[in-house]
């Protein structure tokens, strides 16, 4: 039996604050809208230009805000640290912390500040304005589906590039506190550079890489739903759904994260 393609499958429209099936209705299009993305992905043709180039677009807007909020996290966390270790007089383990602070958590919430906060407002922004300039229903007449031809690229660059920004952040976390526990507050270098694997390993870097790569699907695959369910309203309504993909997609990878990370403590301890 055929089925019909585009966004009226799974688009439901605004949710009614009054109505309980409003939300619900929200969320069910966003997992129907999920799962034919991910259906795509194993389907041809592949849209590798339009991935190639959401790649760039989401990486240009995301890594100079990246910078900007990494290193300030990196110095708040090393010196806190820094000073209750030497409260215990363990100052030589402080690279062991900052290690295992920019794995677990640095690289993880920042790349969940960057991409709910500069890539998903971004694609959001752009699924917004083609929506209401009419060119979703332009590309249905023509037979071109949406999921396949926007959504899906979008989703798998936005995981890439949260992937690759999580492992800038790590990196940036790493050499910031050694600089600022070595130079800063007179760490010795040999124990800080010896204690970066005491608490830090591979199942650790796994799963902070998985963290960021599910943060960077759903936060594409929210932005492109609300980009692509706005019924109305002009540049207001993409300004509004431009707001409301922050705060979805904040509450969505928060809870991803806590629940990932249960997991992982559950894996690497049990």
Do not use: H
């Not at 902070?208 to 929210?222: D, E, H, M, Q, R």
């Amino acid at each position: 039996m055929a089925r019909s393609s585009g966004p009226e499958r799974w688009s439901p429209g605004l949710p009614q604050l009054s109505s309980f099936s409003g939300p619900m209705q929200a969320v069910g299009g966003l997992f129907a809208m999920s799962a034919d993305a991910v259906r795509f992905v194993f389907r041809r043709p592949f849209q590798w230009r339009e991935f190639l180039e959401q790649c760039w677009f989401i990486a240009r807007v995301a890594l100079a805000p990246t910078l900007l909020v990494a290193i300030p996290f990196t110095v708040l966390v090393s010196f806190t640290l820094n000073i209750l270790l030497r409260e215990l007089g363990a100052a030589d383990l402080s690279g062991a912390g900052a290690a295992f602070g920019a794995v677990t958590q640095i690289g993880p919430l920042v790349t969940v500040l960057i991409v709910a906060g500069a890539g998903s407002t971004a694609i959001c922004a752009d699924l917004g304005s083609r929506t209401i300039r009419e060119e979703i229903e332009a590309m249905e007449v023509l037979g071109i589906n949406p999921v396949q031809r926007l959504v899906t690229p979008r989703m798998l660059a936005a995981g890439l590039v949260a992937l690759l920004l999580n492992s800038f952040v790590v990196v940036i976390g790493i050499l910031g506190g050694y600089s600022f526990s070595v130079f800063i507050q007179d760490v010795n270098p040999g124990a800080f550079a010896a204690g970066i694997t005491l608490l830090t390993g591979v199942p650790e870097v796994i799963i902070s890489c998985v963290k960021a790569l599910l943060f960077g699907l759903i936060a594409g695959l929210v932005a492109c739903y609300r980009g692509l369910s706005i019924t109305g309203g002009g540049a207001k309504a993409v300004g509004n759904a431009v707001n409301e993909t922050v705060v979805y997609a904040f509450m969505a990878l928060f809870v991803i994260n806590v629940l990932v990370t249960a997991i992982g403590i559950r894996m690497t301890t049990g």
